[in-house]
Nanobody, 126 residues
Framework: QVQLVESGGGLVQVGGSLRLSCAAS????????MGWFRQAPGKEREFVAA????????YYADSVKGRFTISRDNAKNTVYLQMNSLKPEDTAVYYC???????????????????WGQGTQVTVSS
C-alpha cells in the first residue's frame, strides 16, 4: 500500500515559518518528480512547488517564490517544504504529490500527479 504522509502543518502568525514533510512508504519515489499543492476553502487546488528526481531543478508558483523552498532526501523517500515569511493567503490544506511519469520537468496541473497525500492544514493568523 503506497502512502504519502504529510506532517508539520499548524497555526502560525504572519511572518512566521513552518516546515512541511512528506514521507512516502510502500514504493520508492526517488526517480520521480515530487511536489506540493494547496487548497484554500472555496478555491481550486493550486500548484505550490515541485522538485526533480535529483533535486537539481525546482519549480515554484510566483506567489511563493523567494519565501518557500522545496527539497528532498531520496534516501528517506521524503520531500520537504520550508515556508518562511508566511502570509494569511498561505492558509490552506497542503498536499504532497508524486508524478511517476516524469523525472525532471514538473507540471503545474493537479491531474498530472498520480499520488497524493491526505493533506496537512496550515493556518496563518494575523
Amino acid at each position: 500500500q503506497v502512502q504519502l504522509v504529510e506532517s508539520g502543518g499548524g497555526l502560525v502568525q504572519v511572518g512566521g515559518s513552518l516546515r512541511l514533510s512528506c514521507a512516502a512508504s510502500g514504493r520508492t519515489f526517488s526517480s520521480y518528480v515530487m511536489g506540493w499543492f494547496r487548497q484554500a476553502p472555496g478555491k481550486e487546488r493550486e500548484f505550490v512547488a515541485a522538485i526533480s528526481w535529483s533535486g537539481a531543478s525546482t519549480y515554484y508558483a510566483d506567489s511563493v517564490k523567494g519565501r518557500f523552498t522545496i527539497s528532498r532526501d531520496n534516501a528517506k523517500n521524503t520531500v520537504y517544504l520550508q515556508m518562511n515569511s508566511l502570509k494569511p493567503e498561505d492558509t490552506a490544506v497542503y498536499y504532497c504529490v508524486v508524478d511517476t511519469y516524469r523525472s525532471i520537468y514538473a507540471p503545474r496541473t493537479p491531474n498530472e500527479y498520480d499520488y497524493w497525500g491526505q493533506g496537512t492544514q496550515v493556518t496563518v493568523s494575523s
